[in-house]
């Protein structure tokens, strides 16, 4: 089997200061090409832990993807780290000078002298074209390992991968196939109380049962080898079960994403009233394109009962959606203590209830998370036909109309 791994650099990465989007844009992309990835590595901006870990991996990997260190400046180490790795100098590529150049004549800039340095590959390497930034990348072989580096910049990255990077990879490995990945994703049930049904799935020898929790949602996937398509389809049909109602959508995209398709295609119009998410649940939807009529953003502040705050927040929904003239419209009320009311207007007639948030631990950010995925998730079921509040089980349901 092909080992293929990353190894990403800088300080920055390494202690938390950038999230590093790259490592999980590049796993992902890896893996929908037949490559997928077999580990992944972050170094400093350290000459000598560089080198170490070139000379290390190209022992262990197949292939190598470095990332970040090219730049002009003088704690981007990569180039000066793979010469030295190779046993090579480094020496400036004359076209690559010129390619800067005209990038910068195309901006009405002056190239600086430091910009050289990007153009300063081993010896020994063969150069990738950057056609959306300054640092080429470069690939050189050394010891069983064929190393790719790339620039850090999420934009040139991705390009040189795409253009670069993988078409050399399919043309020296053509027998790779993609591994098949079904997956669904859920809302309201926990990962363990999945898992207690699913983990008894008879499965074909080199397909898995895989769980992602990004909490206030968990995917689950069935992953193998396309020669047992057959079997995993049967097997997913069992996930399917499993998952029942607490399944929000089918392979990839996000709930907004199928909200957004099924409003459209019904041609039906939303309006939102939000107060505990904070304007949250609108700009997940507006960005998924919704179509939305209206938003409105109300202070938080104590509502004088829950049962009050209920009777309350359907009335808004119902007159929010008789002034804009949308058909559904779904209001979040303020947090009183540790209850919330949510309620959703349709053309059926008005659904709601009031909540206790039972799962202290959760911080503000996910509790807002959360709460917007309740909501969607009343509009989900609203829209499959079934009754729009549902149970769940870290959600003490309070009331409901």
Known sequence: MLRVE????????????????NSAWL??????????????????DSLDALVAVLEERSHIADVLIVNGGLGPTTDDLSALAAAKACGVELVEDAGWIETMQAFFNERGRPM??????Q????A???LLDNPVGTACGFSVKLNRCQIFFTPGVPSEFKVMV????????????????????????????????????LDKLELPEGVVMGYRSSSPIIELKVTGPRSEEAAMHKAFERVREVAGESTIFEGPGSLPDRLAERLLAQDMRLAVSESFTGGLLNWRLQSAGVPLVSGELLPQGDEASPEKSLEGLLARAQNLAETTGAQLALAVGALSGEQLSLALHTPSGTSGLTIRYTATRHGLTLRQETIAMVGMDMLRRYLNGWDPVAEYPWLDRVAKV
Do not use: W
């Open 124 to 126: 020994n390497a063969e």
């Open 112 to 117: 600086a002298e430091s910009n050289r340095k």
């Open 162 to 197: 795409e253009k670069q990077i993988v078409p050399r990879l399919h043309k020296q490995f053509p027998a790779l196939e993609a591994p098949l990945c079904l997956r669904l994703t859920t809302f309201g049930r926990g990962e363990s109380d999945l898992a207690t049904e």
């Open 119 to 122: 153009a300063q590959i081993p």
């Open 6 to 21: 990353m190894l990403s650099t800088g300080d920055e990465v390494l202690h938390g200061q950038i999230v590093d989007t």
């Open 27 to 44: 796993a992902n992309y890896l893996f929908e090409q037949g490559l997928p990835m077999t580990s992944r590595e972050t170094v400093g």
